[in-house]
């Protein structure tokens, strides 16, 4: 399954030993993935509730964060999934596709999506209308997991409404920020969240993509000049504070930067699947998909995670052709009467990184 907030693999990951320099300007990744918070520091070690104020989000009135909002899923045969997703306006919300269909149905009857301001507390609109990215089909590793959510009603006034970055996304810091699970690099995301319930917690870290991939995890190597324009999926991983971390991205595929300074690093869990990663004028960049695993270990260091990107990238037709599907899913803020008018009945999906009890 994938990480709600970010991308986490579940099935074992095999590194590819690479000798010498890399000449290929591609690689198959092999290994385990997955569709929460997990941090850089070994120091914190999660409690029930974990509190460190690091990576707390602000979510006072008028916060950068007041339009992510907690997605709870009333799923087909019963039960519920959680995932988390970002507010576009006109009574949208964007998510994961893996959150809401199997690729081939629906596996969600309806949604509530739960925003939250301090001294406020929670305020919840549900919603039943999902658009799902046409062409997904429910495997862990596609670059076309996204889909946009209405809402039945409107959202609150004070929320904040998100836009679509453009413009080269690799190199530049990003915010990832999810309700999901929570961990270190050195036990994953192993640590409850308190998702479902009133207790829930937005954490937020920063994280910056190498390179891109396309579906069936072929990536593109740092011998790759073009590395950005290659694929739909943003491709991160987790390393130390000033450490490159070895695993996919620097053994496989030749990135090695060093993790970002004072631990502000992290990566996905489960729970975040469908959260943004935002740029720094806090367009949105990309949506959590996927992650690695390794016995059972989901978020550790060195592991990589994908989040399928919707930028609208020069000369990289993946990243446009879903920047141009979120977009067309999204209409001008109608009267609060005519909210309704606007839902698109569509099949959607829940996969990777979400949380189901």
Not at 313 to 337: H, M
Request: aromatic share 10%; charged share 10%.
């Amino acid at each position: 399954m994938r990480f709600s907030f970010g991308v986490v693999a579940s099935s074992m990951f095999a590194l590819i030993a690479a000798t010498g320099r890399l000449s290929a300007q591609s690689a198959q990744v092999t290994g385990e993935v997955t569709s929460s918070i997990v941090v850089s520091n070994p120091a914190v070690l999660p409690a029930t509730p974990w509190t460190d104020a690091m990576y707390l989000a602000d979510r006072s009135a008028g916060s950068n964060y007041s339009g992510v909002v907690n997605l709870i899923f009333n799923r087909v045969g019963g039960g519920s999934s959680a995932c988390t997703g970002s507010h576009l306006g006109g009574g949208k919300i964007l998510t994961a596709a893996h959150c809401v269909s199997s690729g081939t149905s629906l596996t969600s009857t309806s949604f509530t999506a739960r925003f939250y301001q301090m001294g406020l507390g929670w305020v919840d609109v549900t919603g039943t209308g999902y658009a799902v990215k046409a062409g997904y089909n429910g495997a862990v590793v596609q670059d076309n997991d996204v889909a946009v959510l209405t809402l039945s009603g409107p959202a609150p006034a004070w929320a904040r409404t998100y836009s679509l970055a453009s413009g080269s996304i690799l190199g530049q810091t990003q915010t990832f920020a999810g309700y999901g699970l929570v961990g270190n690099g050195l036990y994953g995301d192993q640590f409850s969240s308190s998702q479902f319930t009133d207790a829930a917690v937005l954490r937020f870290g920063q994280n910056v993509f190498e390179t891109t991939c396309i579906t069936g995890f072929t990536c593109a190597t740092s011998a790759n000049a073009a590395a950005g324009e290659f694929g739909g999926i943003l491709l991160s991983d987790l390393d130390r504070s000033g450490i490159s971390s070895p695993g996919t991205l620097c053994t496989t595929l030749g990135f090695c930067s060093a993790g970002l300074p004072d631990f502000r690093e992290v990566t996905t869990g489960r729970g975040d699947s469908g959260g943004a990663a935002f740029l720094n004028d806090w367009t949105i960049s990309g949506v959590a998909s996927f992650g690695q695993s390794s016995n059972g270990i989901l978020g550790g260091f060195g592991f990589a995670e994908g989040h399928t990107c919707v930028a609208n990238i020069a000369n990289n037709s993946r990243c446009q052709s879903n920047f141009e599907f979120v977009n067309s899913q999204v209409v001008p803020e109608p009267a609060t009467s005519a909210m309704l008018a606007f839902g698109l009945l569509a099949l959607a999906g829940i996969v990777r990184r979400k949380r189901t009890i």
